[in-house]
Each structure stands twice: as structure tokens, then as C-alpha cells.
């Protein structure tokens, strides 16, 4: 079974610019969960979509956005790009909605200068 | 956002010698889920741990949750270079969010 799959893999954006990260996750997952990984932070969950709905979501601002198409494939949108954004986003798939196993994704590596 | 203390941060051990890392919280958890990161990878899911005083093993991997339901402890027999990598704990306290431990990043002298 293919895993999960993250596009693309490495983005480079300027301030104040918008970027919309791709997941496909394992076939029969319904649940995507989308991840920050920084050093400083550490990995930080953004949001929950399950049956196409936001189920869950983290302590980020408005700017991070999501939606979740009828295949369960995922995008991640953030608008108005800070320099802070700048991190590993990653991609989680689960067999069920809530805090079960997730597999993850390789991750789009997001560089704002 | 919240922040889950892992013990300790960083943990240098020659092959063959054992390793531990510990995860904390002051909330009583649902379930507690255990990751590793190679260097360079992303997560991969270990283990979940739903009982109070659960013991699972896979391996040379032990894991522990406390009785009370509020921590945690991953402890690697005799590690070999293979085992490389920064391990997480998660943590679910009934909100159906994860949330992840700082990690404990492993390093093996050979």
C-alpha cells in the first residue's frame, strides 16, 4: 500500500505571498491531519479533516486554512506568508477521525525569505 | 502552543548500552502514542499506550505508561546504530488533539 504523499516536497516564498501544500493519504484513510515542525517549536498540530470537515484544529492564526476533498486528499493553504512560517509542514493520515495513530508524510519543506 | 517536556533532550550512548526517554504530563492522559524521526525522515508511528500501568514491548523496545495515566517511558536494550533518531511522545488528553513531546534525540557512538 503507497504511503502518504506530500507535494512538493521543497517550496521557497517571499513574504506576504500565499502557498497551498498537496497530501494524498493512504488509501482508506479518511482522517488528514496537517503538522508545523520547527526547531524551535517543535511539531505543532494545525487541523483535523475528516469526511471533508474540520474536525479539530490547533492554536494558529487564521492565515493557516484547510479543506479536504471527497477523495480524502488534503490542502493546506497559508496567506500572507511571515518569516516565521518558515518550517517542515507535515501530513498525517489515520484509519479514524481523533487522536489515533497517524502516519505521516515526508513533509513540504517551506523556506520564507 | 502547549509544549510537552521530554527527558532528557539529547542522550549520547555507545552501542550496545541502554537508553531511556521519558514523557511527563500534569494532565491525565487518554492515550499516549510513541514516535521516531531519523534525521532527515519524518515521524513514524512506534506505539499507542491506552492503560494505566500498560507494558508493550516490540523488540529491543520497552514501553511503560505510568498508573496514573500521566507518563510515560520508552527504554531501548542494547541499542545499535540503527536506533538513531529523535523520539516523541504524544499525547492525548481527552481533546482528541495530539500534542507532542519536545523529543529526545538519540545519538550512538560506534
Known amino acids: 500500500k503507497a504511503g502518504v504523499t506530500q507535494t512538493p516536497r521543497y517550496l521557497i516564498k517571499t513574504r506576504g505571498q500565499q502557498v497551498t501544500l498537496s497530501c494524498s493519504p493512504i488509501?482508506?484513510?479518511?482522517?488528514v491531519s496537517w503538522y508545523q515542525q520547527t526547531p524551535g517549536q517543535g511539531l505543532q498540530f494545525l487541523f483535523e479533516?475528516?469526511?471533508?470537515?474540520?474536525?479539530n484544529k490547533g492554536n494558529f492564526p487564521g492565515r493557516f486554512s484547510g479543506r479536504q476533498f471527497s477523495n480524502s486528499r488534503s490542502e493546506m493553504n497559508v496567506s500572507t506568508l511571515e518569516l516565521g512560517d518558515s518550517a517542515l509542514y507535515l501530513c498525517?493520515?489515520?484509519?479514524?477521525?481523533?487522536?489515533?495513530?497517524?502516519?505521516f508524510g515526508p513533509g513540504t519543506r517551506l523556506t520564507v525569505t | 502552543g502547549q509544549q510537552v517536556m521530554q527527558i532528557p533532550q539529547y542522550q549520547h550512548v555507545q552501542e550496545g548500552e541502554d537508553f531511556t526517554t521519558y514523557c511527563n504530563s500534569s494532565?491525565?492522559?487518554?492515550?499516549i502514542q510513541w514516535y521516531k524521526q531519523r534525521p532527515g525522515g519524518h515521524p513514524v508511528f512506534l506505539i499507542q499506550?491506552?492503560?494505566?500501568?500498560e507494558v508493550k514491548k516490540q523488540k529491543r523496545l520497552t514501553f511503560q505508561f505510568g498508573e496514573a495515566k500521566k507518563n510515560s517511558s520508552l527504554h531501548i536494550t542494547a541499542t545499535q546504530t540503527t536506533d538513531v533518531g529523535t523520539y516523541f511522545c504524544?499525547?492525548?488528553?481527552?481533546?482528541?488533539?495530539?500534542?507532542f513531546g519536545t523529543g529526545t534525540r538519540l545519538t550512538i557512538i560506534p
Open positions: 499506550l491506552v492503560k494505566s500501568g
Open positions: 488509501s482508506g484513510h479518511r482522517s
Open positions: 498525517a493520515s489515520s484509519r479514524r477521525q481523533g487522536a489515533h495513530e497517524q502516519y
Open positions: 479533516y475528516f469526511s471533508e470537515t474540520q474536525r
Open positions: 504524544a499525547l492525548e488528553a481527552g481533546n482528541e488533539k495530539l500534542t
Open positions: 494532565t491525565t492522559l487518554s492515550n
